[in-house]
């Protein structure tokens, strides 16, 4: 067990909606980030926030946005979703990546678009 | 632009052998590197990582070696055992930097 909790573990929702993936992170870590798994792709980075702050942005999609809360849990949003946004959506933490610490993985969120 | 490449999709070995898992970078301000595991249903989970001030790290039955000439590093897994049946993925970052950039993995199956 990572530490890092995410919810719902399945979601399956039709083209033209919007979902939201929950992640909360390792206690004590204040960072938090996002990556996306396509089938047979490598996990691509979409962003990091770290204690409440965006800090880095990688290839998401301006239909995707996110944020960090005071109590540090985040929140993936997805809007407008297409046939493509299916994939499996993983969420990371870390302490302080200054030091290039290495990250802790939730299990993911299967999404399904239909 | 894929910065970190795994080219091989799939490797099967047999138990008790070696398995070699290879990665070739592009981006040569990289300077620290780490090996992931992952099983079905769960998230990948950190295995080993090198600086790039090393050529070698080992932990146990893993080794990871460092080649920055060639832009290139490899995990040696030996002996190879079942439970070491997963997709590993290489990733990299640049010190400072907020993101580790994944490879494709490889799924790597050991055979009895």
């Known amino acids: 067990d990572s530490g890092v909790t995410q919810t719902p573990k399945h979601l399956i929702t039709a083209t033209g909606q919007r979902v939201t993936l929950r992640c909360s992170p390792r206690?004590?870590?204040?960072?938090v980030y996002w990556y996306q798994q396509s089938l047979d792709q490598g996990l691509q980075f979409l962003i990091q926030?770290?204690?409440?702050?965006?800090?880095a942005k990688g290839n998401i999609l301006e239909r995707f946005s996110a944020q960090q809360f005071p109590d540090l849990h985040s929140e993936l949003n997805l809007s407008s979703l297409e046939l493509g946004d299916s994939a499996l959506y993983f969420c990371?933490?870390?302490?302080?990546?200054?030091?290039?610490?290495?990250?802790?993985f939730g299990s993911g969120t299967q999404l399904s678009v239909l | 632009d894929q910065q970190v490449k795994q080219n091989s999709p799939s490797l099967s070995v047999q138990e008790g052998r070696i398995s070699i898992l290879n990665c070739d970078y592009t981006?040569?301000?990289?300077?620290?590197f780490l090996w992931y595991k992952k099983y079905p249903a769960e998230g990948p989970t950190f295995l080993i990582s090198?600086?790039?001030?090393?050529d070698k790290n080992e932990d146990g039955r893993f080794t990871v070696f460092l080649n920055k000439s060639a832009k290139h590093l490899s995990l040696h897994i030996v002996p190879s055992q079942p439970g070491d049946s997963a997709v590993y993925f290489c990733?990299?970052?640049?010190?400072?930097?907020?993101?580790?950039?994944f490879g494709q993995g490889t799924r790597l199956t050991i055979n009895p």
């Open positions: 926030y770290y204690n409440g702050e965006e800090r």
């Open positions: 206690s004590g870590d204040l960072s």
């Open positions: 990371a933490s870390s302490g302080d990546f200054s030091t290039n610490e290495k990250l802790f």
């Open positions: 990733a990299a970052s640049v010190r400072g930097a907020q993101k580790l950039v």
């Open positions: 090198i600086s790039s001030i090393k």
């Open positions: 981006n040569s301000m990289f300077d620290y």
